[in-house]
């Protein structure tokens, strides 16, 4: 399994998005995905900002039990590097020369695929470092291009966005299937204020998706049916639409959350 993980927004008040990308960050690597096979692109170094009394740290719940931004976190692009045409990119191994293999997504044909996104955004579209935009057409034309060149299995793409599920209104490619925050003209919502960093920590549909995770290991059967349902409009503020247009091939409530969220090998010994 290989996944990209993308924080869009910039700027201190906006430290939610980067807790959101590191807290999904940790997850997947908690259920067994190695971080040669993570992308990981924050907009903005929340931690080392001068307005952060816990310098050097991201935290994303109520009481800072758990830290986000530790030792072993890979950031592959940071700053203004993070932008619309970076996310294509990296989607299509379309890089420029010089760029190092850790910077890239390298699926194949058996490959499954998780995409998570955060930030600001509208009715198909997700803002980047308060600057440009990233389309819903973009996404849907990188995603034809991914199936073009047998760089996927299956994609699950995650957005936690205002409007989230009209950023995947576009896609037609086969086996993708959408999980979003929100649907057309709703808004998404934080979760916790923290005081003493003056911003909110975590939105409402990340916490609650990591919330669920929290509960799982790696060879855990848990279903997409069952995160589906634990995403209760009193919980999220929103409605959580899951989108299955394109993920015809099989029931997709009923795929196990770990093949995309884990890398789990069953082996045989040979004698």
């Not at 590191?22 to 929340?46: F, T």
């Not at 998404?188 to 919330?211: A, K, N, Q, W």
Request: glycine fraction near 8%; hydrophobic fraction near 40%.
């Amino acid at each position: 399994n290989w996944a990209l993980i993308v924080d869009a927004s910039r700027y201190w008040f906006n430290y939610r998005h980067g807790a959101n990308a590191l807290s999904m960050y940790r997850s997947v690597k908690r259920m067994g995905i190695p971080d040669s096979r993570v992308v990981l692109m924050l907009a903005d170094d929340h931690a080392c900002d001068a307005r952060n009394p816990a310098h050097g740290r991201v935290y994303g719940d109520e009481d800072r039990g758990v830290e986000l931004y530790g030792d072993d976190v890979e950031v592959d692009y940071r700053g203004t590097e993070v932008t619309p045409e970076r996310v294509i990119r990296v989607l299509t191994n379309r890089h420029e020369r010089g760029t190092p293999r850790s910077k890239k997504l390298l699926p194949g044909a058996r490959s499954n695929v998780l995409i998570y996104i955060t930030g600001h955004g509208g009715d198909g579209f997700i803002k980047f470092q308060d600057q440009t935009e990233l389309r819903a057409e973009e996404i849907a034309d990188a995603l034809a291009q991914m199936h073009a060149r047998d760089r996927y299995n299956e994609v699950l793409f995650l957005a936690d966005t205002c409007q989230a599920a009209t950023l995947a209104k576009a896609i037609r490619s086969p086996r993708v299937l959408a999980l979003s925050s929100s649907g057309l003209g709703e808004n998404s919502y934080s979760r916790f204020l923290d005081p003493g960093l003056g911003v909110h920590v975590i939105d409402r549909f990340t916490y609650h998706v990591l919330e669920f995770f929290e509960k799982l290991k790696p060879e855990s059967a848990n279903t997409m049916g069952e995160l589906e349902a634990s995403l209760t409009p009193d919980k999220l503020m929103s409605r959580a639409v899951l989108d299955v247009k394109t993920f015809t091939h099989r029931n997709a409530r009923a795929m196990k959350l770990s093949e995309f969220f884990g890398a789990v090998c069953k082996a045989r010994a040979l004698t």
